[in-house]
T-cell receptor, first 114, second 111 residues
Framework: NAGVTQTPKFRVLKTGQSMTLLCAQD?????MYWYRQDPGMGLRLIHY???????AKGEVPDGYNVSRLKKQNFLLGLESAAPSQTSVYFC?????????????FGEGSRLTVL | RKEVEQDPGPFNVPEGATVAFNCTYS??????FFWYRQDCRKEPKLLMS???SGNEDGRFTAQLNRASQYISLLIRDSKLSDSATYLC????????????FGKGTRLSVIA
């Protein structure tokens, strides 16, 4: 059972480079989220999507773009990476109408920007 | 004031001890409450929901005080395997409202 899969799991970038993180879920979930986690800061929501073709800004959206062209995929893009974007990125999903509060997380993607 | 606040710890307790974590939330419209557990360098996972009447799952007990906007998690008979970070999570649950995570409380259970 794949659940939520993030690729890549590790990446090192130079300042100014661009990259895309891919999140794929095979549970037919409507809602998908991108969080970043930094020491002492907890999980902070970057962007989220409530369905195919929709996206919305979270708490810390600047410097990131997202797309949800297919229901099962949620892409997070960094157009011009900065050292401040060094972090662990988590993707999560949950079903429509789910009231258990259970988010299904991917294993995380560790990004270092030099 | 942060929307969800937790004591960051760390809490260092011996095996067998009872430990309690607290969490306060600022949005009075919050409707649903949860505790997540996150092991070192792993993704968060749902530990338990928190119901108005309080609820128990084995050695874990969760309590909610809406008047004080306060949630607690009690762990009895701590095990080494309980060592983790515990995240308090709150949402207004108006359909598509994202969950809001606290920064977490780190627990280390020592042999």
């Amino acid at each position: 059972n794949a659940g939520v899969t993030q690729t890549p799991k590790f990446r090192v970038l130079k300042t100014g480079q661009s990259m895309t993180l891919l999140c794929a879920q095979d549970m037919n979930h409507e809602y998908m989220y991108w969080y970043r986690q930094d020491p002492g800061m907890g999980l902070r929501l970057i962007h989220y999507s409530v369905g195919e073709g929709t996206t919305a800004k979270g708490e810390v959206p600047d410097g990131y773009n997202v797309s949800r062209l297919k229901k099962q995929n949620f892409l997070l893009g960094l157009e011009s990476a900065a050292p401040s974007q060094t972090s662990v990125y988590f993707c999560a999903s949950r079903p429509l109408g789910g009231d258990t509060g259970e988010l299904f997380f991917g294993e995380g993607s560790r990004l270092t920007v030099l | 004031r942060k929307e969800v606040e937790q004591d960051p710890g760390p809490f260092n307790v011996p095996e067998g001890a009872t430990v309690a974590f607290n969490c306060t939330y600022s949005n009075s419209a919050s409707q649903s409450f949860f505790w997540y557990r996150q092991d070192c360098r792993k993704e968060p996972k749902l530990l338990m929901s928190v119901y108005s009447s309080g609820n128990e799952d084995g050695r874990f007990t969760a309590q909610l005080n809406r008047a004080s906007q306060y949630i607690s998690l009690l762990i009895r008979d701590s095990k080494l395997s309980d060592s983790a970070t515990y995240l308090c999570v709150v949402t207004t649950y108006s359909g598509n409202t994202p969950l809001v995570f606290g920064k977490g409380t780190r627990l280390s259970v020592i042999a």
